[in-house]
């Protein structure tokens, strides 16, 4: 998209742009003083660029996101048009205030709550504030290492199942009744492998 952005009409005021400003990149994660923010969180694609890009790329996927929703099209242009008309009233305040007030603006969670319209909207923030506060450093490392022990448990089970059929064929062939069949020494081949890469290819057992 920046590429088609380039190529387009431009304001020639060029700041360090996110590159990728979408609805789907914005998220909650917490400050190094521990304050839950919301903000953008994806910044790979970060450049100096005019400062509309940005505005463009998030109006448009809230068109997108709303239409993947099936929401009505008058009201998608009503809720863009609102979007781009807080974005001026929010910089213009902004230039209004001391360069330090505006370097230590925050996007705390529980400043932006007082501002939602409607306690529904309040409502369901909280609700998602209360889930995020409880995912730390300390659960994703559990998930990883219970999502890696089932793995392994599982490598290895497969393992000694196939040393079984592995030992019980090669007594067929050494009656000459018949080699072991070649899938299962491709499952072997697929069992010994580093778990992170059989993830999304589990072996298969057994005859085709």
Do not use: C
Not at 29 to 50: I, K, Q, V
Not at 52 to 70: C, I, M, P, Q
């Amino acid at each position: 998209m920046a590429y088609d952005l380039s190529h387009g009409s431009q304001s020639g005021i060029r700041v360090l742009t996110d590159g990728d400003a979408h609805l789907q990149n914005f998220g909650f994660y917490a400050s190094p003083e521990r304050h839950l923010l919301f903000d953008l969180n994806d910044f790979d694609e970060a450049a100096p660029n005019s400062f509309e890009f940005d505005v463009k790329r998030l109006l448009t996927s809230t068109y997108l996101l709303g239409a993947s929703a099936h929401y009505d099209e008058a009201e998608m242009d009503a809720l863009v048009q609102d979007a781009a008309k807080t974005y001026r009233k929010t910089l213009k305040h902004a230039f209004k205030q001391p360069a330090l007030t505006r370097f230590y603006a925050s996007t705390n969670v529980d400043t932006l709550m007082q501002g939602l319209p409607g306690p529904d909207n309040a409502a369901l923030i909280a609700q998602i504030k209360h889930k995020a506060e409880k995912r730390d450093h300390e659960s994703v490392v559990k998930k990883i290492y219970r999502d890696d022990r089932q793995w392994a448990v599982a490598v290895q089970g497969f393992g000694a199942n196939h040393r079984a059929h592995r030992r019980r064929h090669r007594g067929r062939a050494d009656a000459g009744l018949g080699a072991v069949p070649a899938n299962h020494a491709a499952g072997y081949r697929v069992a010994t492998e580093p778990i992170s890469r059989h993830r999304h290819r589990p072996a298969q057992r057994g005859h085709r």
